[in-house]
Antibody
Framework: QVQLVQSGAEVKKPGASVKVSCKAS????????IHWFRQAPGQSLEWMGW????????KYSQKMQGRVTITTDTSATTAYMDLRSLISEDTAIYYC?????????????WGQGTLVTVSS | EIVLTQSPATLSVSPGERATLSCKAS??????VAWYQQKPGQAPRLLIH???TRATGIPARFSGSGSGTDFTLTISSLQSEDFAVYYC??????????FGPGTKVDIK
């Protein structure tokens, strides 16, 4: 069955970077795009970026552009989200999610989330 | 960027009653709307996609309707496990995907 298993919780200091992984299984990794989202405590969800795993096309949120990098390792069927220059407002749960159908979001299929805490 | 507004912010309902949640888009999103349920400490759970299609395994008491700018999620008879926060999301015009601020359904 389809699974997206994310890396464990992280605690980082302001100014540091964090890299969250998303290990995919149960489907052909290169066929489905992957999105990254985040959710600050008590807030709604925020879209961060997208990667077409098949051809490497990437789109980022304007708000996050310049601080976030999304990559994949197709041999490891894993996607990564790297966020730099962390500030306290980056404290959030970070989620990866894949398109539910080929080329179609349709609500996606979500990982379990990774808590990133930014604190001095 | 398409803005989604949800109302009410909080809905107090007794078990067995009907709940009607609203989501309005700042411009037409056709039917590219999904609804999610989220409980504390859990990832969002997809309920509805394409405005009215129930996701696999979602009980029939959940239904979605609407097109253009106005969308509704209806829970026909609330069960204890349905008390949660509900979000709508559009995927018509992106980047970015956008979400509404959520409606909290709590016990009356």
């Amino acid at each position: 069955q389809v699974q997206l298993v994310q890396s464990g919780a992280e605690v980082k200091k302001p100014g540091a970077s964090v890299k969250v992984s998303c290990k995919a299984s149960g489907y052909t990794f290169t066929t489905y795009a992957i999105h990254w989202f985040r959710q600050a405590p008590g807030q709604s969800l925020e879209w961060m970026g997208w990667i077409n795993v098949g051809n490497g096309d990437i789109k980022y949120s304007q708000k996050m552009q310049g601080r976030v990098t999304i990559t994949t390792d197709t041999s490891a069927t894993t996607a990564y989200m790297d966020l730099r220059s962390l500030i306290s407002e980056d404290t959030a749960i970070y989620y990866c999610a894949k398109d539910r159908d080929v080329g179609l979001w349709r609500g996606g299929f979500w990982g379990q989330g990774t808590l990133v805490t930014v604190s001095s | 960027e398409i803005v989604l507004t949800q109302s009410p912010a909080t809905l107090s309902v007794s078990p067995g009653e009907r709940a009607t949640l609203s989501c309005k888009a700042s411009q037409s999103v056709i039917t590219y709307v999904a609804w999610y349920q989220q409980k504390p400490g859990q990832a969002p759970r997809l309920l509805i996609h394409d405005a009215s299609t129930r996701a696999t395994g979602i009980p029939a008491r959940f239904s979605g309707s609407g097109s253009g700018t106005d969308f509704t999620l209806t829970i026909s008879s609330l069960q204890s496990e349905d008390f949660a926060v509900y979000y709508c999301q559009q995927s018509y015009e992106w980047p970015p995907f956008t979400f509404g601020p959520g409606t909290k359904v709590d016990i009356k």
